[in-house]
């Protein structure tokens, strides 16, 4: 940055030094314009005006060096660059105002990510678990896709999902399912009681904004409800119209894939009975990998869609931090650093006992 505020010093320097031992019919003077104009590229307003004064005076020199001090062409000189320092200072100070508005919406929504997308811990129980979210819309850090995990009892739970829609509306939706799953996730014993408390609360969410947005009835959510108990070495799992997650064990990777999917939350019903809920073993040593459709459908150069069955077997599953890095890093070299869609992910792994622990020895 130094070099950045010595760049209209040197100008003003260099053409005053060129001017000094240039013929007197050559008049440098005017060139002097380029100081201001280039310190308020590089430079914060007040530096420029300070480079627009020097300017002033340099010309002054270089025009009493050529004898024009008592010509009409000094105060033209003198003129052509405050009314071009004006302009660039004038820019500058714009450009200062928008972006401290630009730091400050900035800081607004990574405030409202962190309300609305709370950190997952690295631990629960004795899982260890990572989380990631990336927006597909430049410099935004809020999407329509979520995530959230809540302890309650001796098990843990997961939610993640996907808001039909971007902007504001998909935002809305996603904090009123978020913020009944964290309530709701404490007070129902079984995951299609939990499916049918987060879908009355959806479509409570979208009858009150059908009376102010008529294209409301066409907003949904997919959501993928996932439960790890304690005591069992199993998943439970309900789907509500989401992608199936991957299951990484010694043998390879598998898609987890439900027997029934329900609607999205928004077009199910309201009843237990309409959810049906799927039990798998995960045993220790495995990770299981839950993620938005923004991960299957990102498509490279030709338009293919990102093989994620085929990448998974490249992927490092050991740790979960670094499956997400990993992920990550092979969707940037797959998809040219491009996403069409937002991408939420979370990683959870489960440790393998070690021969030392009181359950073995015991």
């Known amino acids: 940055m130094r070099a950045h505020l010595a760049l209209p010093l040197l100008l003003i ?25 280039c310190a308020a590229a590089v430079a914060p307003t007040r530096f420029t005006v300070v480079m627009a004064l020097t300017a002033s005076a340099a010309v002054v020199l270089i025009d009493w060096h050529d004898g024009l001090v008592h010509s009409p062409l000094l105060p033209i000189h003198i003129g ?15 450009h200062d105002r928008d972006l401290r508005e630009l730091t400050q919406v900035r800081a607004v929504s990574e405030a409202a990510q962190r309300v609305l997308l709370r950190p997952i811990p690295r631990t629960l129980g004795s899982l260890r678990i990572a989380s990631m979210y990336r927006a597909a819309t430049a410099h935004a850090l809020v999407g329509g896709d979520l995530y959230a995990a809540v302890r309650t ?11 039909r829609g ?74 509500c119209g989401h992608p199936p997650p991957l299951l990484k064990r010694r043998g390879g990777v598998t898609h987890l894939c439900v027997s029934r999917p329900a609607p999205p939350l928004g077009l199910a019903g309201s009843t ?14 495995d990770t299981l990998l839950l993620y938005t459709d923004g991960l299957v459908e ?4 030709t338009g293919a869609f990102y093989p994620v069955l085929k990448r998974a077997a490249t992927w ?15 969707l940037d ?30």
């Open 13 to 37: 320097a260099a053409i005053t030094l060129t001017a000094s031992f240039a013929p007197l019919a050559i008049h440098l003077s005017p060139l002097l314009v380029a100081a201001p104009t």
């Open 80 to 94: 052509a660059l405050l009314a071009v320092s004006g302009s660039a200072i004038a820019a500058r100070a714009l």
């Open 153 to 163: 009892g001796r098990m843990t739970r997961f939610l993640i999902g996907d808001v």
């Open 166 to 239: 971007k902007g504001l509306p998909a935002v809305e939706d996603a904090s009123v399912l978020l913020g009944a799953f964290r309530e709701a996730a404490h007070e129902h014993e079984t995951l299609p009681k939990l499916a049918a408390s987060l879908e009355r609360s959806v479509r409570r969410h979208l009858a009150e904004m059908a009376e102010r947005d008529p294209d409301s009835a066409e907003r949904f959510i997919t959501a993928l409800l996932v439960e790890l108990p304690d005591e069992e070495e199993t998943v439970r799992v309900v789907s």
């Open 272 to 285: 237990a009975e309409a959810f049906t809920v799927d039990t798998f073993a995960f045993v220790p040593g």
């Open 298 to 301: 990102a498509r490279d150069a």
């Open 316 to 330: 490092t599953w050991c740790c979960p931090h670094s499956l997400l890095q990993h992920i990550g890093q092979d």
């Open 333 to 362: 070299s797959y998809a040219g650093r491009h996403l069409d869609d937002d991408l939420a992910m979370v990683a959870v792994h489960c440790p393998a006992r070690s021969s030392h622990s009181p359950e073995t020895t015991a």
